[in-house]
């Protein structure tokens, strides 16, 4: 087992090593222009210089708490709500079509208005990511409170649950792989939604999306590619971490068939 494991983990790397290689290629023959598509060793000399600074780190810090404050919120909205939605038939008939609709509406076209109403600061950033993780995780906890079956509602009525416990011992358990995923999903359209806010609100804060930005406005196209590994390594760590919590917390469940 582990060495098929080891064997699939080498086989990731073969396209990443690859395309480092034809750059590496391309760059030091020339068939490119160069100030556009820069050389590896530059890209690595800027990373060497952005990561011995302080303003980095910073960044990074800035950029998670506004990430995890905007899930939080919007995370404990979407189950609220999710929840409300699949067992109140009457929620649902009322709430439930403005809910679909709202979601259509692109979630960038919520900035102007929020910037409105919220200003350029950290709270527009915040509620921004909030809305980008409520959705997903709303969806996620309505199929999976609305798919508990009539065999549950049978173990309710045998142990004589109040609807308290028919809720927190029966339903959310019982549906938690569903909101989990949820969860998982609302954490990946925070950290887009994190990246996005800051970049489109550059001038206003710190963060990781600033250093693209920074990137841009000097025509650092090293400074560029540095600021996409840093957001895309953060993303992968915290999609890595989500799975091991998900696994952790539906431990209670035994091997899957």
């Keep these: 087992m582990s060495n098929a494991i080891t064997k699939r983990d080498w086989r990731g790397l073969v396209l990443p090593v690859g395309l480092l290689a034809v750059w590496w ?38 950029s998670l708490g506004r990430d995890l404050s905007g899930f939080f919120l919007g ?18 008939r009322l709430i439930g079509p403005t809910f679909h609709t709202v979601r259509q509406i692109s979630l960038f076209a919520w900035l102007p208005m929020l910037t409105s109403w919220l200003g350029y600061g950290d709270m527009s950033k915040v509620v921004f990511i909030a809305l980008s993780a409520f959705y997903p ?33 029966l339903i959310l358990p019982a549906a938690s792989p569903q909101i989990l995923t949820g969860l998982n999903l609302g954490l990946v359209y925070a950290w887009l939604a994190t990246i996005g806010s800051e970049f489109l609100l550059a001038n206003w804060g710190n963060g990781l999306g600033n250093i693209v930005f920074k990137g841009r406005a000097a025509f650092n196209v090293e400074l560029i590619i540095v600021g996409m590994l840093a957001i895309g390594l953060v993303g992968t760590v915290f999609n890595r971490l989500a799975m091991r919590l998900e696994q952790y917390s539906l431990r209670w469940r035994g091997p899957q068939a």
């Design 25 to 62: 290629l391309i760059t030091a023959q020339g068939w490119v222009n160069t100030k556009l598509i820069v050389p590896p060793a530059g890209v690595f000399q800027t990373a060497i210089t952005t990561l011995s600074g302080v303003e980095f780190y910073e960044g990074v810090a800035l």
């Design 75 to 92: 995370a404990l909205g979407g189950v609220a709500l999710g929840t409300l939605l699949a067992v109140s038939r009457w929620a649902d």
């Design 137 to 169: 995780v709303a969806l996620g906890t309505f199929e999976g409170v609305r798919g508990v079956t009539q065999g549950h509602a049978e173990v309710a009525k045998v142990y004589g649950f109040t609807r308290t416990q028919v809720l927190f011992k």
